[in-house]
């Protein structure tokens, strides 16, 4: 598996997302030219590119209200221009995701907008599940690392697999979508509401 410092050069030199970068090196053998090349193959540069260079001015609101009127969500998709914003493919795939916000309940929309006092907090919690532990800390860090990439993966929307196809991420299938629409487009915030609780706003 792909160290965790090599993931990170290879996402700050190219703008990919993080599961990209682990999967290019993890193919590359840890090179990191290689795993360039990887990214390159893979579309995931150009998409990071377009991604990086352009502005999300345009875009819709979705809604999804579940069948006993208890639990709805809504979500914020935004591409660059009106005409995107309008194509068929796009509403479905903006009513793809706030299915899955409704389904899945994910708390942030990536890693990235996840405040730091979240993540403490939860390594508190992990470090209390290993304090009886007696592995050496060097393998304790390796497993904390473990367990919040899986948190993370499991709370992020764009980590999460797609409800209707668990072989993609929605972070993929936004990077597919990027490729053949040709525009930006970016998940801007959601909020899930249920009866009884607190809404979920992100």
């Known amino acids: 598996m792909a160290d965790a410092k090599l993931v990170a050069e290879l996402r700050a030199k ?9 999967k290019a090196l993890d193919a590359a053998g840890d090179n990191m030219e290689r795993a360039m090349e990887e990214l390159r193959k893979s579309g995931e540069l150009k998409a990071a590119k377009k991604s990086a260079e352009r502005e999300t001015a345009e875009g819709i609101l979705v809604t999804y209200v579940h069948h006993n009127k208890k639990m709805a969500a809504m979500l914020e998709l935004q591409c660059e221009s ?7 493919d796009f509403v479905e795939f903006a009513n793809d995701l706030v299915m899955q916000v409704a389904a899945m309940n994910p708390l942030y929309v990536s890693p990235e907008t996840v405040p730091e006092s979240h993540i403490s ?3 508190e919690l992990f470090a209390q599940e290993m304090e009886n532990d007696n592995k050496p800390e060097e393998i304790k860090e390796k497993i904390m690392q473990g367990k919040i990439d899986k948190w993370l993966n ?3 929307l764009m980590k999460q697999s797609f409800f ?3 072989e993609k991420t929605i972070e993929q299938m936004i990077t597919e979508k990027i490729a053949t629409i040709g525009e930006k487009i970016a998940v801007s915030r959601f909020v899930r509401w249920e009866i009884g609780s607190n809404p979920g706003t992100c």
Do not use: I, L, P
């Open 154 to 156: 499991e709370v992020c």
């Open 164 to 166: 209707k196809d668990d």
């Open 121 to 123: 907090k939860q390594k």
């Open 14 to 22: 190219t703008g990919a997302g993080m599961m990209a970068c682990k």
């Open 82 to 88: 009106d005409f995107v914003a309008r194509n068929e």
